[in-house]
């Protein structure tokens, strides 16, 4: 398995359906702060339904379509990053991200989003890599601005999230942008 370090005592690295046990105790603790703004957690009320998540994304995975990685503290698993979705032939890819409390404040998350950008947009050469959130949710949105991504607006009432409608915003980077911050070293 390879594993990337994000800082000394942290690393990022594939999040894959045998390692259930530890993805549904971390859910566990990061449900509180991840359940009012994505489906993530909920969708992930016990072990077998933790386990069919896990089984989602290897899926997708083996198609090329999305991949899930956990960022993991002094061997803890404390929060994660994914490409819900992944189209090659299109050139587009989704990035989210979640974590525990634990794993905040740390930069964790971000130095996770900066290798999915360079693997995406760098090494596999897509154009566009999205990231979708509520705007309410400043935690989140705060890691796109910071990542250097442009907000492009709002998609209103898109999605359901514990019986609640949420509005979507949207923001992206374009390879090129991306290279270029890359190169100045701004993200």
Known sequence: MFAISLTADAELRPLEPWQV?????????????????????????D???????????????AVDSGRLFGIW??????GGCMFPAFDAESGVCEIGVWTEPAGQGRGLVSAAV????????????????????????????AVAKRM?????GVLRSAYVVNGERQDVQVWSVLRDEWIDLRKGEAV
């Open 73 to 78: 503290d002094r061997r803890t698993l404390v």
């Open 21 to 45: 046990g530890e993805f549904f105790a971390h859910i566990e603790r990061a449900r509180e702060l991840v359940d009012p703004w994505i489906r993530f957690a909920a969708a992930a009320p």
């Open 114 to 141: 900066r290798h999915l950008l360079d693997y995406a947009l760098i090494a596999r050469g897509l154009t566009r890599a999205e990231w979708h959130c509520s705007p309410a949710n400043e935690r989140s949105w």
């Open 148 to 152: 250097g991504m442009t907000v492009e």
């Open 47 to 61: 072990l077998v339904s933790a386990h069919t998540m896990l089984q989602r994304y290897a899926d997708k995975q």
